[in-house]
């Protein structure tokens, strides 16, 4: 396939036109007159996680609480691994943030007086189908702001370690898109599809995260050398059985606990209940013979009853369509509960890039926000929100001095050579999904995926570090007939990256800190004596590198010095 190269030029490149993406650049064209361009793969207007909607903003100072009792509770369920600087940071921001989306349309539940309807400490209900659309038409009111849709980004362009613009190609046309910037914002999201699904064969795609979120982000910035953060702390969700939908509606919204077989509560045998307890308690409870396990719903009133149905066409429809074709809902029978594959998203957990209190990197002029950041977890869509304006704030800040700068054509042509070389290859051994249920499979069997309970060993992960590599060398003879193809090519490439680094951070950390999540069968119990520190690695020369940093308190200002 020939391309053509467009070339351009912008102070501000979004890669990614999520939650983050679009409110880093509504924050950057409210405060200034600064050109922003946001490449995004798909359609901004159904794009990332709020693509289908969601039905509460779990991240919220509600009645009672403050910005520092977030980040006790956000250090508890994380067990002290987190950023205190970065979630206060966040917590600080959220109910400004949450107001500005009910500006910008949102329906927000209300009581009688007026106030949002809350459906826990720290959640607010919402009719939230439309979030994203909402978001998207904020964007395009600004003549300042440019989107690229249907544009995937491939990798950053970097010179002297320092984010001078990105590289992509278009979905739709044969156009391959140099794009030069002052100042990048990665808005990119986690990863899903890194292990087997629960759900394979024809409904693999039906799983918690969004199954178009590869790790592109991570991949780009593992490849160019920046740190990373804590890919040990996976997120694995606890969600109702086959539709994969959020167990928190039903949990919070009715005040439903766990129950196994035999109709017991089970969570707090298991620990304190924490978000990776009550994940835990339930696999415990299956590999003992007391399962299924179940949300106890059964004899809920009519009305909670109808609350849940609407609940879940907000956000997964899919549920509420299971209780309808089969002619049932939650107050005739429990519903039952399983775990996910695992996957690695900043929002929930710690994973993503190492930044400082700006959101910077550890690469200079590149941002990340988001999903993509790590450190933080427990933001959701307004902590997402919230990273998206202190990045754009940071870069109103500093912008005035920046200039852009460009690589030569010869660079630029190794670069387009290298995106367009998969249509040159001859006919490959493997298919694309070939390579990449053998990536899943390796993964669930040998790097706690799962089969093996969420468990794994060394001498398992030493395999799955093995055959990931071999999977690295045969993704690239894969073969390209069209850029839909090439896409898929390149997003399996980067999910190979991410398994890469994350199966070291899961040998690196040689304690269980967080069951399930990182459950390593050589050191099965918490060491806080040694393990109470930030994993950190850097990708140089093929091998990933190890930094062991302290852990940063809530009133620190943390900024890269090394």
Same mark, same amino acid.
């Given at each position: 396939m ?8 912008t102070?501000?490149l979004i890669?990614?036109?999520?939650t983050?993406?679009c ?9 200034s ?6 490449a /995004?793969?798909a359609n901004i207007?159904?794009s990332?996680?709020l693509a289908?909607g969601?039905n509460?903003l ?8 403050t910005?520092?009792?977030f980040?006790?509770?956000v250090k508890?369920?994380s067990e002290?691994i987190v ?18 989306l009910?500006?910008l ?6 009581d009688a007086?007026?106030e949002?309807? !809350?459906?826990?400490?720290?959640s ?7 979030i ?9 009111a600004?003549d300042?702001i440019t989107v ?21 190609f278009? %979905? ?6 140099v ?10 999201g986690g990863?899903?599809? %890194?292990?087997k699904p629960n759900?394979?064969?024809f ?7 969004s199954?178009f ?5 991570y991949?780009m910035g593992?490849?160019a ?5 804590s890919f040990e702390?996976?997120f694995?969700?606890?969600?109702c059985k086959d ?5 928190g509606?039903?949990?919070?919204g ?19 209940p924490?978000t990776?307890?009550r994940?835990?308690?339930?696999v ?7 399962g299924?396990?179940?949300?106890k719903?059964?004899?809920i ?5 109808q ?19 089969s002619n ?11 775990g996910?594959e695992?996957y690695i ?9 190492w ?6 990197t ?10 993509v ?5 427990k933001k959701?869509?307004?902590g997402?929100l919230?990273?998206? !304006? ?7 800040n500093v912008?005035?001095?920046? !200039? ?9 042509? /190794? @670069? ?5 070389r ?5 006919s490959?051994l493997y298919?694309?999904?070939e ?5 899943? @499979?390796?993964?669930?069997e040998y790097?706690?995926?799962?089969s093996?309970?969420?468990?794994y060993?060394e ?5 799955a570090?093995?055959?990931?590599e ?5 993704a690239?003879?894969l ?14 490439i980067?999910r190979?990256?991410?398994c @890469? ?6 040998a690196?950390?040689? /304690?269980t800190?967080w069951?399930?999540?990182?459950e ?7 060491d ?5 520190k930030?994993?950190n ?7 990933? /590198?190890?930094?062991?940093r302290?852990?940063v ?10």
């Amino acid at each position: 396939m020939k391309f053509d190269i467009q070339s351009i030029d912008t102070d501000v490149l979004i890669i990614g036109g999520g939650t983050a993406g679009c409110f880093s650049a509504l924050t950057l064209a409210e405060n200034s007159n600064l050109k922003v361009v946001i490449a /995004e793969k798909a359609n901004i207007k159904r794009s990332g996680c709020l693509a289908a909607g969601v039905n509460a903003l779990n991240a919220y100072i509600g009645k009672g609480e403050t910005p520092e009792s977030f980040v006790g509770y956000v250090k508890r369920d994380s067990e002290s691994i987190v950023r205190e600087d970065l979630v206060y940071g966040v917590a600080k921001l959220l109910n400004n943030v949450t107001r500005k989306l009910e500006d910008l349309g949102l329906a927000i539940l209300k009581d009688a007086d007026g106030e949002y309807v !809350q459906r826990g400490k720290r959640s607010i209900k919402i009719n939230g189908e439309n979030i994203k659309p909402l978001l998207a038409d904020a964007v395009a009111a600004h003549d300042n702001i440019t989107v690229l849709n249907n544009v995937n980004i491939v990798d950053y362009q970097v010179l002297d370690g320092c984010v001078i613009g990105a590289l992509g190609f278009s %979905l739709r046309e044969k156009i391959i898109y140099v794009i030069n910037s002052k100042k990048t914002i990665c808005a990119t999201g986690g990863a899903a599809g %890194l292990y087997k699904p629960n759900n394979p064969t024809f409904s693999k795609h039906k799983m918690w995260y969004s199954p178009f979120n590869t790790g592109a982000g991570y991949a780009m910035g593992i490849r160019a050398g920046a740190e990373m953060t804590s890919f040990e702390m996976r997120f694995i969700a606890l969600r109702c059985k086959d539709t994969i939908a959020p167990t928190g509606t039903i949990a919070q919204g009715i005040k439903a606990v766990q129950v196994n077989a035999r109709g017991q509560e089970y969570v707090e045998k298991y620990g304190r209940p924490s978000t990776h307890i009550r994940l835990y308690s339930t696999v415990m409870e299956n590999l003992k013979g007391n399962g299924p396990c179940f949300l106890k719903t059964e004899g809920i009133t009519a009305d909670q009853q109808q609350e849940l149905f609407k609940a879940y066409l907000n956000m997964a429809p899919a549920q509420t369509l299971k209780w309808l074709e089969s002619n049932t809902g939650p107050a005739e029978e429990n519903v039952e509960i399983e775990g996910t594959e695992p996957y690695i998203v900043g929002g929930h957990t710690a994973s993503g890039y190492w930044v400082d209190h700006e959101r910077k990197t550890t690469l200079k002029n590149l941002y990340a926000v988001g999903d993509v950041a790590g450190g933080s977890p427990k933001k959701y869509v307004t902590g997402c929100l919230a990273e998206g !304006q202190i990045a754009a704030m940071s870069i109103l800040n500093v912008i005035e001095h920046s !200039q852009v700068i460009k690589l030569s054509n010869k660079e630029i042509n /190794e @670069k387009v050579k290298h995106i367009s070389r998969f249509f040159d290859n001859s006919s490959p051994l493997y298919s694309i999904g070939e390579v990449e249920e053998a990536m899943q @499979k390796v993964m669930d069997e040998y790097a706690g995926g799962i089969s093996s309970s969420y468990g794994y060993n060394e001498t398992r992960l030493n395999i799955a570090a093995k055959r990931i590599e071999e999977l690295l060398t045969i993704a690239d003879t894969l073969k390209a007939g069209d850029s839909r193809q090439l896409l898929a090519i390149f997003e399996i490439i980067d999910r190979l990256y991410v398994c @890469k680094v994350l199966i070291r951070h899961l040998a690196a950390r040689k /304690e269980t800190r967080w069951r399930c999540y990182q459950e390593n069968i050589d050191y099965p119990q918490k060491d806080d004596q040694n393990w109470m520190k930030y994993v950190n690695s850097v990708f140089r020369d093929g091998k990933v /590198e190890f930094i062991f940093r302290d852990l940063v308190g809530r009133d620190t200002i943390y900024e890269h010095t090394d």
